[in-house]
Each structure stands twice: as C-alpha cells, then as structure tokens.
C-alpha cells in the first residue's frame, strides 16, 4: 500500500517568508510525528499528534512553528518567518496506535532551504 | 546530557564481514523502546529493528541482532555478512513517553558505516 508522502519534496524560500510542508499519512494511522534533520544531524523532534487528542508540542523550537492535522489525516506543519537556521530536512512519520509502541513509518522528507 | 550516545562517526567493514555499530542510552524510564533505523544517500528512514525494556531476549531481524545489555544501557546494532547495500547512516532511537502522555523518538547522531568491496 502507499507509504507516507510528503509535498514539496524541496522547497527555497527568502528569509522571512512563511512556509507550508504537508504530510500525508499511512491510511488509518492514527500517530503522526515531524521531526526536523539539520546538515549531518540525527533527528530532532518537533510535534506529535494522536488521534483527536490535543498535540505534543514539546518539541517545537519556537513560536514561528506551528501544525496542525485535518480530520485526523493530512497534516501541515508552518514555518512563519523563516530563518536561515531553519534549514533543514523535515521528516513526517505516522504509526498505528496499535503499532506505536514499536515502528514509524516515515515518509521521504521535504528539503528546505531558506536563502 | 545526552539520551542516545553513538560514538563511532564513521565505521568501515569489509563486504561480507560482520560489524557492530554502538550505541549507550540514558532514562530513568523502566518501560521505554530501542530502535535502529538506516538512512541511505537517498535520505528515507527505514526501520531496522527493535528492543523493548522488558524483551529478555535480543531482537533479530535477518542479518540484524540488537546486543542489548540493558545494565550497561547499551543497545548495539550487529549487522551480519554485510553488503555494499548497507552502507548508509545508521540512527539508534529510544521512545519515551514525554510528560504529555505522548511517545517521542529521541535519536542519536548516527554512526556512517561503509562496506568496503
């Protein structure tokens, strides 16, 4: 079956503009994650959510980043304001609750870079 | 202070070889989850293998064996007969639960193993 897709796979932008990633999940997966993999680093944790519970935002690294998850599918997350330090490769993953405990599936990442 | 520690930046095995790639955790946790994943060039996580904390045997999936030594809070990837296929980034992850009730990966810095024909 289809895995979990992710639009733009790039995306440059000028510093100071806003932009939008989205993440499509595996179908009937009800865990979505964002994380973000600066140059040669491992993953950092950006927001997770579970269903229609509230989201974790834990992992946010301010207030210009935000997501949200339509009707428990698609998810967008906004970057407001970008900065150059934003630069990165965003990875969205998405788990069954049943399987949660034990795989993510991820998707293949969109690239952005602010100039 | 750091959760996963992976020590080794770049690891090289001669094909056909067996190779461990390392990797020591830190938690207060008694209930958490130890996951392996490689990233090829082509940038997609795919998932390796996994260790819960209260697995008494060592997971093993194909060539892939998790020597989890959970005193020692170590968790390393032993990867069997390599193949030039398997040179990529490997990424060792625990899953927590955080304070909001939610379960988060927290990865380490990857350790970029090459196979060497």
């Known amino acids: 079956g289809a895995g979990v897709s992710q639009s733009p796979s790039n995306k440059v932008t000028e510093k100071g503009k806003d932009v939008e990633l989205r993440c499509d999940p595996i179908?009937?997966?009800?865990?979505l994650y964002w994380y973000r993999q600066s140059l040669g680093q491992g993953l950092e944790f950006l927001i997770y959510f579970q269903g229609n519970s509230a989201p974790d935002k834990s992992g946010l690294p301010s207030d210009r980043f935000s997501a949200e998850r339509t009707g428990g599918s698609v998810s967008t997350l906004t970057i407001q304001r970008t900065q150059q330090e934003d630069s990165a490769v965003y990875l969205c993953a998405s788990s069954s609750s049943r399987d949660s405990l034990y795989e993510q599936y991820f998707g293949p990442g969109t690239r952005l870079t602010v100039t | 202070a750091q959760k996963i520690t992976q020590t080794q930046p770049g690891m090289f095995v001669q094909e056909k070889e067996a190779v461990t790639l390392d990797c020591t955790y830190d938690?207060?946790?008694?209930?958490?989850?130890l996951f392996w994943y490689k990233q090829p060039s082509s940038g997609e996580m795919i998932f390796l293998i996994y260790q819960g904390s209260y697995d008494e045997q060592n997971a093993t999936e194909g060539r892939y064996s998790l020597n989890f030594q959970k005193a020692r809070k170590s968790a390393n990837l032993v990867i069997s007969a390599s193949q030039l296929g398997d040179s990529a980034m490997y990424f060792c992850?625990?899953?927590?639960?955080?304070?909001?009730?939610?379960?988060?990966?927290?990865f380490g810095k990857g350790t970029k193993l090459s196979v060497i024909p």
């Open positions: 992850a625990m899953r927590e639960v955080t304070g909001a009730g939610s379960y988060q990966l927290t």
């Open positions: 938690t207060s946790d008694q209930s958490y989850g």
């Open positions: 179908s009937g997966h009800t865990a």
